[in-house]
């Protein structure tokens, strides 16, 4: 075992132990206020802590919570979580003040600052007018993000994104995007794809 390879797991273990009072605030909230919002304001807390340090303990929490092994990963300074239904793959790189709703993100992916990714589109029902939004009926559902896939900065991602994908800087995802395309614009349009052509040997 090199020094590296030590000096990496002893981080990890100091971190797993200096997370762990997060997990049992995160357990006892949800028990009185519910998980999503007892993992919400958890994960604010954690979002504050500056530097390696802060991104370790993100880690940290994240996984005694989702029982997930994040070890390869970068949860930045200020990403906000709002569900603890979710599931980040290997090598995946968030960055600063990004948020993040139910999703399920595939290995090796890059994120950029400020990206949203929404629980969804039916978060809030709006079809009555006797009764304030706030109050109508919302449903979060889980949005998919494929492994290989690069989203820019402050894009908006509502929708399914297949794997080998680029999105550009600001666009708005609504609609699910196929394997190996590259989009682009509010709302989100195809503009190229990575695809291998197939033809060429």
């Known amino acids: 075992m090199d020094t590296k390879h030590y000096l990496k797991k002893t981080a990890e273990m100091i971190m797993k132990v200096l997370s762990f009072p997060f997990w049992v605030i995160f357990l006892t909230a949800g028990a009185v206020f519910g ?9 604010q807390g954690v ?15 994240l996984q005694w919570i ?9 949860i930045s300074f200020g990403c906000l979580f709002s569900d603890p239904d979710v599931s980040i793959g290997n090598g995946v790189y968030l960055g600063s003040r990004c ?3 139910k999703v399920t993100i595939g290995h090796d992916c890059v994120i950029g600052s ?6 969804g589109l039916r978060q809030h029902a709006f079809d009555r007018t006797d009764i304030p939004i706030r109050a109508q009926k919302n449903l979060f559902e889980r949005v998919t993000i494929g492994q ?11 929708a399914d994104i297949g794997q080998g994908c680029v999105i550009g800087a600001g666009s708005v995802v609504v609609k ?19 695809k291998p052509d197939s033809t060429k040997k």
């Open 35 to 43: 998980k999503r919002k007892a993992f919400a304001s958890v994960m």
């Open 47 to 61: 979002s504050l802590f500056p530097g390696v340090a802060g991104e370790w303990l993100r880690k940290g929490v």
């Open 66 to 74: 989702t029982r997930k092994k994040l070890d390869t990963c970068c």
């Open 99 to 101: 948020d993040i709703g």
């Open 114 to 119: 400020a990206v949203h990714i929404m629980s």
């Open 148 to 158: 290989d896939v690069w989203i820019g900065n402050a894009a908006v991602i509502a």
């Open 176 to 194: 699910p995007v196929p394997d190996y395309a590259t989009v682009a614009g509010n709302p989100a349009r195809i503009i190229g794809s990575r």
